[in-house]
């Protein structure tokens, strides 16, 4: 009789086809917040909102660019360079683009939220936080930006408290959430399904949402 065999040979353990979700803080954003929120406050009270994903709370049409002045340019410009930063051409050279964009504002209070949808005919879609709603210091305020594991949730149903022994593999199947930090841009594939949970709050959550196509 043989022993068992062990595994004790080096594995070449590969994640194939990853998804990016970038996370990076705009360079001085509380300026720059202040007069974001105060701008979109004021068309909130003039503009009647946009229904589209959105759980309650307000939307803004999606032509931010034309009346969102200086500030609300700087995001859009800096998502732009992003956007470049994170494309390349399939030999891996970079790629200028001259992305095609429009964005809008968003604004949460108490119980609102988005429901998941994506973002077709698009390339990079992404988030920019001018106020988190309190979110930042006390994450139990809810509000969070939830994305859905793009390979479905076949691999979690047959035995959901197992997942591969691999990095980005223990969630297989079910979803990750990033809170809400102000002045943090989320930047990610547009065919990613994403939702915004219920903020539970008092405060005002307030973002702009963007794509570049």
Avoid at 62 to 87: I, S, Y
Avoid at 151 to 172: H, K, Q, T, W
Avoid at 185 to 203: I, K, N
């Amino acid at each position: 009789m043989t022993d068992t065999p062990k595994a004790t040979a080096k594995i070449d353990l590969r994640s194939l086809f990853p998804t990016p979700v970038a996370i990076v803080q705009l360079p001085g954003f509380a300026d720059l917040n202040a007069r974001r929120r105060a701008s979109i406050l004021e068309y909130e009270t003039a503009t009647p909102s946009n229904d589209h994903s959105n759980l309650g709370g307000w939307q803004s049409s999606w032509d931010l660019g034309a009346w969102g002045g200086e500030a609300a340019e700087f995001v859009l410009a800096f998502a732009r360079q992003l956007a470049n930063r994170l494309t390349s051409t399939r030999y891996g050279q970079p790629a200028n683009v001259e992305w095609r964009m429009n964005a809008w504002a968003n604004i949460n209070r108490s119980g609102h939220g988005n429901e998941f949808h994506t973002h077709p005919g698009c390339y990079w879609s992404g988030t920019y936080y001018v106020d988190d709603g309190g979110i930042g210091a006390d994450p139990s305020l809810g509000g969070e930006f939830e994305i859905h594991d793009p390979r479905g949730i076949a691999p979690a149903m047959y035995r959901p408290e197992l997942a591969p022994a691999a990095p980005g593999c223990l969630s297989v199947g079910a979803s990750e959430v990033i809170s809400p930090a102000a002045g943090n841009m989320v930047m990610f594939p547009s065919w990613l399904s994403h939702a915004v949970r219920p903020y539970t709050g008092s405060g005002t959550r307030i973002s702009i949402a963007f794509n570049l196509s």
